[in-house]
C-alpha cells in the first residue's frame, strides 16, 4: 500500500491485547525505566550495587529506537527512531503506541489520554501506524486489517 507517511499517525493499543509483544519487548526492548535509573547513580556508588535496589512500580521500553550520543562532553544520552526498524513503539505496562511502522490499519481517533493518535481497537478511516501481523494470535487476538506500506 503507498500513502504519504505525513498522513498517517501513530497508534495506540492496550499492551495485553497483543499476544506476542511482551515476547518481543524482552527480545528486542529497551527498557528505559532501569537505564534511567543506572544514570541517576551517584558517582560514589558502584553501579552493580546501584543496579540490585533497582524495584520499580511500572517500566516502559522503547523498542525499534536506538541510542544516540548527542552531547559528548556532558555524556548526554538521547534516543532516536531506527530507521531500519521494521516498527518503533513504546511499550507501557497499559497502553502501546506506535510511533513508526512499516505497517499501518485504519483506526479511529483516541480520546484526550493521546492526542493526535488514533486506537488501533477502533475501526475508523484514518491511516494509523501499527505493530506487525505476527506479534498478533489469529485465534486470541482481535485486531484491524493490517497493510504494508511500499
Known sequence: MKIDKKYISGGVINTNSVMWLWDEVFVNGTNITFERYISECPDDVDKEEWAEEYNPDEETYYIG??????????????YDIDKN??????????????????????????????P???????????????????LYDDEFDTYLEIYELE
Open 65 to 78: 529506537i536506538k541510542k544516540a550520543l548527542i552531547y559528548e562532553h556532558e555524556e548526554k544520552t538521547m
Open 116 to 134: 493526535s493518535q488514533n486506537d488501533l481497537g477502533t475501526p475508523g478511516d484514518n491511516p494509523t501506524y501499527t505493530l506487525p501481523k505476527d
Open 85 to 114: 526498524a521494521e516498527y518503533t513503539a513504546i511499550v507501557g505496562p497499559m497502553y502501546t503506541q506506535v510511533i513508526a511502522s512499516k505497517y499501518i490499519s485504519y483506526a479511529h481517533h483516541c480520546n484526550l489520554c493521546f
